[in-house]
């Protein structure tokens, strides 16, 4: 068959002898698709490696590889019997026939029953049986040349015509013993005749070449290389000698060797100690030479996956470029449970397998391998399992667990070890970085720049994973997309998967910054990407679902948590029903919290805030909370935009958009209870009393509404039926008024639209974000102190004209009325500016004489203008108002004047 395949323009042999499942079969399939597909070698190389040892994901991978084009024109099974054998290996022959038609040749001994499909025509399938090679009586006579008429009768009714086994006796005929050899094969069952004449053949040879066939034996495609070190001589006289005698084929490009199939199984049964012993003994030879493959794969024929993983001793250009086919091949072949006896194969596989395991399967192997990693081991290797558990813990979020494994590890760091000190200024970076603190990590960065410096790669992911978040969250775009450029030109030389990261990085940087052409730019990249190492779709294809506006029912790969927490917000920004938007924004909140990046769990709050108007002042709160830990002065601008109403929210504004834009084309509305004003786009609105009322009570909390709820605060002196439909009259007009985005719902219940904003929601966020902390406000939020000062009860009530306010809405507005007026009171006093504490103050105490804090803050700007006098007199004031209205009899002011005094110093 070997000597036939040169026919066809390209093809590929699949040797199945030995293989022990579906899953052996796979990966079998895959090496041999590999070596005819050069151009796939990379990408091929690195999926043996990451894909698990599932059968089903094997399978899907070798159909995607066989059905992408014709080549190999002929693909060759040899000792097709497995397929038959070993389970799922007939389906898989099955399916691989079904996805792409190709000249699919069969080699076995035996007749299988494979199944073809009932998609081929008779004629699509050509099986060449044991009689259809049969020699003719005329080949015969050019095979025998030397025998009589009545000799090659005998030799055709023994063999009935079959080529090896005449070819056999043609080799014996020099032996002389031909008529005595023909007299015994009488004796011999047909099919037991080969085995026969090869055992004569194999009691004719010397010892020294027995040893040599027993070798090729052994050994699959062996080399002379590989029988010399099994043998430890010189063999090359024995192969001449063998070249005449024994059936075997020679690969004129490679050299290697191949014994006839039956010869070779033959052999094995009867040797099957010494064949094994002839394996090792050439590994062993292929290990000391320096070549690790070989010896490794020589260790897996035999079954020996310890041995196999004991032989490949150099991992370090693994980790920087693309491993060679032989290298994942027999890593392919290690399970985990071989992988970590051995770390440093471990740590170099993880970057492959990232994408076949969940991140807490990762964590839990990487702790597995550091908890058991022997003290004495060599500095590279304590450096790469360190390595491999950080990563693993700062994806899920685990920080701080992180923080306490450095400061573990720098403890027990020796005086003068500087690769150990500089792997540790590495990953407090890192640290520093995803938990925002990047003045920090601008220090850092000159310390790192030598691990930079010594790998592409690491400088790569260090670019995509480190920095880039740094200029996003600092809203600097044009530095992001340069420094994700230059990890892109990194990485792509090393032709491995992980070049990915760095285009999907870029590619959400462009959509968060509101760039499309650029997004889809990206998009493109990626894609191209996911398909040149189809490996990955594993882990990505929820970001390129997310990302084509179809994530609806995908589930997750094993994308990094970032990934996943970009994909969903991308995903909430292009669903359609409002139901599922908000699901995916949900879900972008619940994995951006078990991240450790505070950045992405500030814009994914901030998402979910523009989808759920009824929760936005908790999710902005808690978004503006985790940001004051971010150093990034342009988030925190624009989170208080944000929460102020305002249209332009700095740095958030394309990001705001994407939610905004998709629920309604309507401008914002803008409704200031406090103020008595509603506007649509900036446009003031003349509402009714009545119509008012019911959009300052909606604008009470951010929540659904009950009709009934309503009606009973609104319209208390009516039966509910005429309770209802004043409601639902009032709601139109308002309607028609600021557009019918502003009130949404039914009869049955309403709320206030996502395009509304209410100052009462932006009072609230800035008292809570002030209470207790004694921090001074910023000019913008001391502006909105002023703007926000509410009517007075009296005015409000007027702007209602005869509707009634719900007791409870009057009684919030006198808080926030009291607690404006004394936040603007405590700032302007801490601030020096006593005028304006003073105006602050007396404006709380004419609405109650009685209280403490104002006239705190009015004694206290009085005694920091040095005017005991004026105090005096206001202690005496606010006294007379306690007996007057409470009934107690006020202290000394020597006696209240001591504690205010010594805040005064």
Same mark, same amino acid.
């Given at each position: 068959?070997?000597?036939?395949?040169?026919?066809? $323009?390209?093809?590929?042999?699949?040797?199945?002898?030995?293989?022990?499942?579906?899953?052996?079969?796979?990966?079998?399939?895959?090496?041999?698709?590999?070596?005819a597909r050069p151009e796939k070698a990379d990408a091929i190389a690195q999926a043996q490696i990451s894909l698990p040892n599932e059968f089903d994901e094997w399978r899907a991978f070798v159909h995607g590889i066989w059905s992408e084009r014709s080549v190999p024109e002929a693909f060759v099974f040899e000792n097709a019997e497995v397929l038959e054998i070993v389970f799922d290996g007939a389906s898989l022959f099955h399916d691989l026939l079904r996805d792409n038609p190709r000249v699919v040749i069969t080699c076995t001994r035996v007749s299988l029953e494979l199944p073809y499909g009932h998609g081929l025509a008779p004629s699509d399938v050509l099986v060449v049986r044991q009689e259809d090679l049969r020699f003719s009586s005329k080949e015969l006579d050019e095979a025998l040349p030397n025998l009589d008429a009545e000799g090659r009768s005998a030799v055709e009714r023994v063999s009935r015509g079959w080529p090896v086994v005449v070819s056999l006796i043609a080799r014996l005929l020099a032996e002389g013993d031909l008529p005595d050899l023909l007299?015994?094969?009488?004796?011999?069952?047909?099919? +037991?005749?080969?085995?026969?004449l090869a055992s004569q053949l194999i009691a004719s040879l010397p010892s020294d070449q027995l040893e040599v066939v027993l070798t090729l034996a052994a050994i699959s495609d062996a080399t002379r290389a590989d029988i010399e070190r099994a043998l430890k001589r010189e063999v090359y006289g024995? @192969?001449?000698?063998?070249?005449?005698?024994?059936?075997?084929?020679?690969?004129?490009?490679?050299?290697?060797?191949?014994?006839?199939?039956?010869?070779? +199984?033959?052999?094995?049964?009867?040797?099957?100690? @010494?064949?094994?012993?002839?394996?090792?003994?050439?590994?062993?030879?292929?290990?000391?030479?320096?070549?690790?493959?070989?010896? !490794?794969?020589?260790? @897996?024929?035999?079954g020996d996956k310890r041995a196999a993983a004991s032989a490949i001793k150099d991992v370090g250009a693994f980790l920087t470029s693309t491993p060679s086919p032989g290298l994942a091949e027999v890593l392919s072949s290690l399970d985990g449970k071989i992988l970590l006896?051995?770390?440093?194969?471990?740590?170099?596989?993880?970057? *492959?397998?990232?994408?076949?395991?969940?991140?807490?399967?990762? &964590?839990?192997?990487?702790?597995?391998?550091?908890?058991?990693?022997?003290?004495?081991?060599?500095?590279?290797?304590?450096?790469?399992?360190?390595s491999t558990l950080l990563n693993a813990q700062v994806n899920i979020g685990l920080c701080e667990e992180a923080s306490k494994l450095l400061d573990g590890i720098a403890a027990e760091t020796k005086p003068g070890d500087q690769a150990t000190e500089m792997m540790i200024v590495f990953w407090r970076s890192v640290l520093?970085? =995803?938990?925002?603190?990047?003045?920090?990590?601008?220090?850092?960065?000159?310390?790192?720049?030598?691990?930079?410096?010594?790998?592409?790669?690491?400088?790569?992911?260090?670019?995509?994973?480190?920095? #880039?978040?740094?200029?996003?969250?600092?809203?600097?775009?044009?530095?992001?997309?340069?420094? &994700?450029?230059? !990890?892109?030109?990194?990485?792509?030389?090393?032709?491995?998967?992980?070049?990915?990261?760095?285009?999907?990085?870029?590619?959400?940087?462009a959509w968060f910054s509101g760039n499309d052409e650029l997004f889809e730019r990206y998009m493109d990249d990626y894609e191209a990407l996911v398909k040149q190492y189809p490996w990955t779709i594993r882990g990505h294809r929820f970001f390129i679902a997310c990302a084509r506006g179809r994530g609806a029912g995908v589930? =997750?790969?094993?994308? /990094?948590? /970032?990934?996943?927490?970009?994909?969903?917000?991308?995903?909430?920004?292009?669903? /359609?029903?409002?139901?599922?938007?908000?699901?995916?924004?949900?879900?972008?909140v619940a994995i951006a919290d078990a991240s450790s990046r505070r950045y992405l769990r500030v814009i994914a709050r901030v998402a979910l805030a523009e989808l759920v108007p009824e929760e936005r002042g908790r999710l902005l709160t808690e978004a503006w909370q985790i940001s004051e830990t971010l150093q990034s002065r342009p988030m925190g601008d624009a989170l208080h935009a944000l929460r102020s109403g305002r249209d332009d929210v700095g740095m958030l504004s394309p990001f705001i958009a994407r939610f905004r834009h998709f629920h309604s084309q309507a401008p914002i509305i803008s409704v200031r209870v406090l103020a008595?004003?509603?506007?649509?786009?900036?446009?003031?609105? /003349?509402?009714?009393?009545?119509?008012?009322?019911?959009? !300052?009570? @909606? $604008?009470?909390?951010?929540?659904?509404?009950? !009709?009934?709820?309503?009606? %009973?605060?609104? =319209?208390?002196?009516?039966?509910?039926?005429?309770a209802g439909n004043r409601l639902y009259v009032y709601v139109h007009r308002a309607r028609q008024r600021l557009g019918h985005d502003a009130i949404v719902g039914s009869r049955s219940g309403y709320r206030l639209g996502p395009s509304v904003t209410v100052d009462l929601w932006e009072a609230e966020a800035l008292i809570r974000d002030h209470r207790g902390q004694g921090a001074p406000l910023s000019d913008d939020e001391r502006a909105r102190v002023g703007a926000l000062t509410p009517l007075s009860r009296a005015e409000l009530t007027a702007l209602t004209g005869r509707a009634r306010l719900p007791i409870a809405f009057e009684c919030r507005v006198g808080e926030l009325h009291h607690d404006l007026l004394l936040l603007g009171a405590k700032d302007a006093l801490d601030g020096g500016r006593m005028r304006e504490a003073l105006t602050f103050a007396d404006a709380l105490i004419a609405d109650d004489p009685c209280d403490e804090?104002?006239?705190?803050?009015?004694?206290? $700007?009085?005694?920091?203008?040095?005017?005991? *006098?004026?105090? %005096?007199? #206001?202690?005496?004031?606010?006294?007379?108002?306690?007996?007057?209205?409470?009934?107690? %009899?006020?202290p000394p002011f020597d006696a209240y004047l001591v504690p205010h005094t010594m805040a005064v110093r």
């Amino acid at each position: 068959m070997r000597q036939l395949l040169p026919a066809y $323009a390209s093809w590929t042999i699949c040797d199945l002898a030995g293989a022990r499942d579906g899953l052996d079969v796979a990966r079998r399939i895959v090496s041999a698709l590999g070596r005819a597909r050069p151009e796939k070698a990379d990408a091929i190389a690195q999926a043996q490696i990451s894909l698990p040892n599932e059968f089903d994901e094997w399978r899907a991978f070798v159909h995607g590889i066989w059905s992408e084009r014709s080549v190999p024109e002929a693909f060759v099974f040899e000792n097709a019997e497995v397929l038959e054998i070993v389970f799922d290996g007939a389906s898989l022959f099955h399916d691989l026939l079904r996805d792409n038609p190709r000249v699919v040749i069969t080699c076995t001994r035996v007749s299988l029953e494979l199944p073809y499909g009932h998609g081929l025509a008779p004629s699509d399938v050509l099986v060449v049986r044991q009689e259809d090679l049969r020699f003719s009586s005329k080949e015969l006579d050019e095979a025998l040349p030397n025998l009589d008429a009545e000799g090659r009768s005998a030799v055709e009714r023994v063999s009935r015509g079959w080529p090896v086994v005449v070819s056999l006796i043609a080799r014996l005929l020099a032996e002389g013993d031909l008529p005595d050899l023909l007299g015994r094969l009488d004796d011999v069952v047909h099919d +037991q005749l080969y085995e026969y004449l090869a055992s004569q053949l194999i009691a004719s040879l010397p010892s020294d070449q027995l040893e040599v066939v027993l070798t090729l034996a052994a050994i699959s495609d062996a080399t002379r290389a590989d029988i010399e070190r099994a043998l430890k001589r010189e063999v090359y006289g024995d @192969l001449q000698m063998l070249r005449g005698r024994v059936p075997m084929s020679v690969d004129a490009k490679t050299g290697a060797m191949q014994l006839h199939p039956m010869l070779a +199984q033959m052999l094995l049964r009867q040797y099957s100690s @010494l064949c094994e012993g002839l394996v090792r003994a050439s590994a062993s030879g292929a290990a000391a030479a320096g070549d690790d493959i070989r010896a !490794a794969r020589l260790y @897996l024929a035999i079954g020996d996956k310890r041995a196999a993983a004991s032989a490949i001793k150099d991992v370090g250009a693994f980790l920087t470029s693309t491993p060679s086919p032989g290298l994942a091949e027999v890593l392919s072949s290690l399970d985990g449970k071989i992988l970590l006896e051995f770390p440093a194969l471990w740590c170099a596989a993880i970057m *492959h397998r990232g994408y076949s395991i969940t991140p807490h399967d990762w &964590l839990r192997t990487a702790r597995h391998i550091w908890d058991h990693l022997p003290s004495g081991a060599e500095t590279q290797l304590r450096h790469s399992v360190m390595s491999t558990l950080l990563n693993a813990q700062v994806n899920i979020g685990l920080c701080e667990e992180a923080s306490k494994l450095l400061d573990g590890i720098a403890a027990e760091t020796k005086p003068g070890d500087q690769a150990t000190e500089m792997m540790i200024v590495f990953w407090r970076s890192v640290l520093v970085s =995803y938990e925002g603190r990047y003045e920090e990590l601008s220090a850092y960065m000159r310390e790192v720049m030598p691990i930079l410096a010594a790998s592409d790669l690491t400088h790569a992911l260090y670019l995509y994973d480190v920095i #880039a978040p740094m200029h996003q969250a600092r809203g600097d775009w044009q530095r992001a997309n340069e420094t &994700l450029g230059q !990890a892109r030109e990194l990485a792509a030389p090393t032709r491995l998967g992980v070049t990915i990261l760095p285009t999907v990085e870029s590619a959400f940087a462009a959509w968060f910054s509101g760039n499309d052409e650029l997004f889809e730019r990206y998009m493109d990249d990626y894609e191209a990407l996911v398909k040149q190492y189809p490996w990955t779709i594993r882990g990505h294809r929820f970001f390129i679902a997310c990302a084509r506006g179809r994530g609806a029912g995908v589930p =997750y790969g094993y994308e /990094k948590t /970032k990934t996943r927490a970009q994909a969903a917000m991308i995903a909430g920004a292009l669903s /359609k029903p409002l139901s599922e938007a908000q699901s995916f924004a949900r879900e972008a909140v619940a994995i951006a919290d078990a991240s450790s990046r505070r950045y992405l769990r500030v814009i994914a709050r901030v998402a979910l805030a523009e989808l759920v108007p009824e929760e936005r002042g908790r999710l902005l709160t808690e978004a503006w909370q985790i940001s004051e830990t971010l150093q990034s002065r342009p988030m925190g601008d624009a989170l208080h935009a944000l929460r102020s109403g305002r249209d332009d929210v700095g740095m958030l504004s394309p990001f705001i958009a994407r939610f905004r834009h998709f629920h309604s084309q309507a401008p914002i509305i803008s409704v200031r209870v406090l103020a008595g004003e509603v506007s649509v786009g900036g446009v003031p609105v /003349k509402l009714s009393p009545s119509e008012f009322a019911v959009v !300052a009570t @909606l $604008a009470h909390q951010r929540r659904w509404y009950d !009709a009934a709820e309503l009606c %009973e605060d609104l =319209y208390p002196e009516l039966d509910s039926e005429a309770a209802g439909n004043r409601l639902y009259v009032y709601v139109h007009r308002a309607r028609q008024r600021l557009g019918h985005d502003a009130i949404v719902g039914s009869r049955s219940g309403y709320r206030l639209g996502p395009s509304v904003t209410v100052d009462l929601w932006e009072a609230e966020a800035l008292i809570r974000d002030h209470r207790g902390q004694g921090a001074p406000l910023s000019d913008d939020e001391r502006a909105r102190v002023g703007a926000l000062t509410p009517l007075s009860r009296a005015e409000l009530t007027a702007l209602t004209g005869r509707a009634r306010l719900p007791i409870a809405f009057e009684c919030r507005v006198g808080e926030l009325h009291h607690d404006l007026l004394l936040l603007g009171a405590k700032d302007a006093l801490d601030g020096g500016r006593m005028r304006e504490a003073l105006t602050f103050a007396d404006a709380l105490i004419a609405d109650d004489p009685c209280d403490e804090e104002a006239n705190s803050c009015r004694i206290r $700007a009085f005694l920091l203008q040095e005017d005991r *006098h004026a105090a %005096e007199a #206001a202690w005496r004031s606010y006294g007379a108002s306690l007996r007057a209205q409470a009934g107690i %009899e006020p202290p000394p002011f020597d006696a209240y004047l001591v504690p205010h005094t010594m805040a005064v110093r």
